[in-house]
């Protein structure tokens, strides 16, 4: 299995910019997933390190080699689609086999690897159906199959579960996950899904416009975003932001939101302003009715184990994420409190996170 090294990769469309200049690296046996927004460019990526597509510049390193120029057919890697398009015509033991087969395996070796491939995936009692009046899930595991069998360096997958339910997906995904912790294959993996990426990276790159926001672990992410556009895609309800206008001196540890000091991480650098922003996880917003900013209840929305209360408070919309048993009504006025060593600031204009004493890891990359 493999090591992949992606340096400064960017792919044109004539005038189009698809991929701007991707480095990142992932590791032997990392699940890695590429996530993103339509268009942002991750299937691009993601063809280019498997050769199905040419780079403009740059460079793919997989085990020590540099493949940038070098064809599919020589990277040793296996392409999982959304669409897998089985072979109609064939049963599921042959299509699992085909492409052993087509490298001339002799016929022994073949049926051991294809029974061993089905035990992985638990579909020994299928082998000899039809592929036709398969459920959507051993279909997908049919094309695992398919692409496990002739164990490659590393697994390139494109959405392979967007096809499917939510429930079903949910469990596939878990299976998908499972299958890796036993094969331990470098596997690279394109999701617009935020949550799919978080429960099943070791890695995430978040990318926007072709550019690479992050590359981090997901908590890293979730935790420490480097940009508003990182902290808005990932977490469901979105990091609030508090705009608020300032200059902040290296070293500081508070904001002024209307009249009211808000304790923040050090920060570690000066940011000049004037337009800066307070980012702040639902989960970490409290209803404390001694706190002087203060905001008012528009909505709330139950969930079950917790509540989304939605305020209007001087600086925007606040969303909070507290227990159900709280009582809240629609229309009251609420003091509001942050926890401070979770709190993020952003400079507007670039979008960037600012340095502070908790987020140093996103810095150093
Ligand atoms: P999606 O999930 O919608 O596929 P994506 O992040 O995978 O999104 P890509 O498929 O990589 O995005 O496409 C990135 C951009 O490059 C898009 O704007 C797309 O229209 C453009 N693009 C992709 N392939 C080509 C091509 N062969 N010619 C011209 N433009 C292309």
């Excluded at 080699?65 to 033991?93: C, G, T």
Aim: with cysteine.
């Amino acid at each position: 299995m493999a090591e992949i090294v992606i340096k400064g990769l960017r792919k044109e469309f004539g005038s189009f910019t698809a991929v701007q200049s991707s480095t990142f690296t992932v590791k032997d046996g990392e699940f890695f997933m590429l996530l993103g927004p339509s268009g942002c460019g991750k299937t691009t990526t993601l063809r280019m390190i498997a050769g199905l597509e040419l780079p403009t510049s740059g460079e793919i390193w997989i085990d020590g080699e540099e493949v940038a120029q070098k064809p599919a057919s020589q990277r040793d890697i296996a392409f999982v689609f959304q669409m897998f398009a089985l072979y109609p015509h064939l049963n599921v033991r042959r299509n699992i086999s085909y492409p052993l087969v087509s490298q001339g395996m002799p016929k022994a070796l073949v049926k051991e690897k294809v029974a061993e491939v089905a035990k992985i995936l638990g579909i020994e009692g299928i082998l000899d159906r039809p592929v036709g009046g398969l459920s959507g899930g051993d279909r997908q595991r049919v094309a695992l199959g398919r692409a496990i069998v002739r164990r490659p360096k590393a697994f390139m997958m494109d959405e392979p579960l967007g096809a499917l339910d939510a429930e079903f997906r949910e469990h596939m995904a878990e299976e998908l996950r499972a299958l890796h912790d036993r094969m331990r294959a470098t596997t690279v993996y394109v999701t617009h899904d935020q949550l799919e990426a978080m429960q099943m990276g070791d890695k995430i790159v978040v990318m926007n416009h072709g550019v690479v926001e992050q590359f981090g672990t997901p908590q890293q992410v979730y935790d420490h975003p480097a940009t508003m556009f990182v902290a808005n895609f990932i977490g469901s309800p979105a990091m609030n932001f508090l705009p608020f206008q300032g200059h902040m001196a290296r070293g500081a540890s508070e904001v002024t939101l209307g009249d009211t000091r808000i304790e923040t991480p050090q920060l570690q650098e000066t940011a000049p302003g004037p337009d800066l922003v307070l980012g702040v996880r639902p989960e970490h917003v409290w209803l404390d009715d001694a706190s002087t900013y203060r905001g008012r209840i528009l909505a709330t929305e139950y969930l079950g184990t917790s509540q989304i209360v939605t305020l209007s408070a001087p600086n925007g919309q606040i969303k909070a994420r507290i227990p159900s048993a709280r009582n809240v009504r629609t229309g009251d006025t609420i003091g509001l409190t942050f926890t401070a060593s979770t709190l993020a600031l952003f400079d507007k204009a670039s979008g960037r996170a600012l340095r502070t004493s908790v987020n140093a890891e996103v810095h150093n990359g």
